[in-house]
């Protein structure tokens, strides 16, 4: 992907009781076909309630967007926040999928949610921008004036066409 920084998707499934395989599947498998037919029988399992489900929903979104299905990947990222509005890694993810539709502003919208709920997220965003010269402060998590500026000029830049 031209325009993004990389996807993240966590597992938030404590106690779940499915297939091993079908999680590490929806998560880890390297064709993008098999990983959405395993995020399918995730969310189909009813092994998960719907904010413990949101995991499926990012992972299968990621494997649409690996495929360059951007309209799908948005609309799995936009189920996992209506289960979940806080989900820092839908975020994440529809931020880079904006990006590559050369969507700065709403590219830039979406990584500041993301960053406002997961320090991790604040802290490898600005270890990213940091390697690409867009941002000389520290790397502590707290996105400031200084990281949104320079999220900005990198998104400008890079998502901006």
């Known amino acids: ?74 609309e799995d990222y936009a189920i996992a926040l209506r289960l979940d509005r806080d989900n820092p890694d839908a975020l994440f993810n529809r931020a880079n999928t904006y990006c590559e539709l050369n969507l700065p502003k709403e590219a830039v919208t979406s990584y500041l ?7 991790q997220i604040a802290r490898n965003l600005q270890t990213f921008l940091k390697g690409h010269g867009d941002y000389s402060g520290p790397i502590d998590g707290d996105f400031g004036q200084g990281s949104r500026a320079a999220l900005r000029a990198w998104a400008g830049r890079v998502c901006g066409g």
Not at 49 to 62: E, L, P, Q, T
Not at 113 to 119: C, D, I, N, T
């Open 113 to 119: 949610g993301a960053v406002l709920r997961s320090e």
């Open 1 to 74: 992907m031209r325009g993004a920084i990389f996807i993240v998707a966590t597992l938030v499934a404590s106690g779940a009781t499915a297939e091993a395989g079908v999680v590490e599947d929806c998560r880890f498998a390297k064709d993008p076909n098999f990983r959405i037919a395993r995020c399918t029988d995730a969310v189909n399992s009813g092994e998960w309630s719907d904010v413990k489900i949101g995991w499926a929903y990012v992972n299968r979104g990621a494997a649409y967007d690996d495929q360059h299905q951007h309209k799908r990947a948005l």
